[in-house]
């Protein structure tokens, strides 16, 4: 199947209903229906996932901070 592509050759087969389009036809059958039961179990473990990784981002950020302060602290004592 090529990137974009919905399965094309079997829109053929398939019935377009009454007053439909056959391009809006194509929309829906693309389209896919979502598991809402799927997503809420994969919602927590989505979530976990992020906020381990600003917590990462975070701690990456003050140790940077510090390092500057540091920084700052010896130019001001060179140039002071």
């Known amino acids: 199947m090529v990137h974009g592509d919905c399965g094309g050759s079997r829109l053929r087969s398939a019935r377009v ?3 439909m389009s056959l391009a809006r036809h194509r ?3 693309c389209q896919g229906l979502v598991d ?3 997503v809420r179990a994969a919602t927590p473990q989505m979530f976990a996932a992020e ?7 975070q701690a990456r950020l003050q140790s940077a901070e ?3 302060e540091k ?3 010896l ?3 060179l140039c002071g």
Not at 51 to 57: I, P
């Open 51 to 57: 906020l381990t990784g600003l917590k990462q981002d």
């Open 17 to 19: 209903l009454p007053g």
């Open 66 to 68: 510090k390092e500057v």
């Open 75 to 77: 130019v001001t004592k």
């Open 27 to 29: 929309r829906q059958y």
């Open 71 to 73: 920084t700052l602290a």
């Open 36 to 38: 809402y039961d799927q």
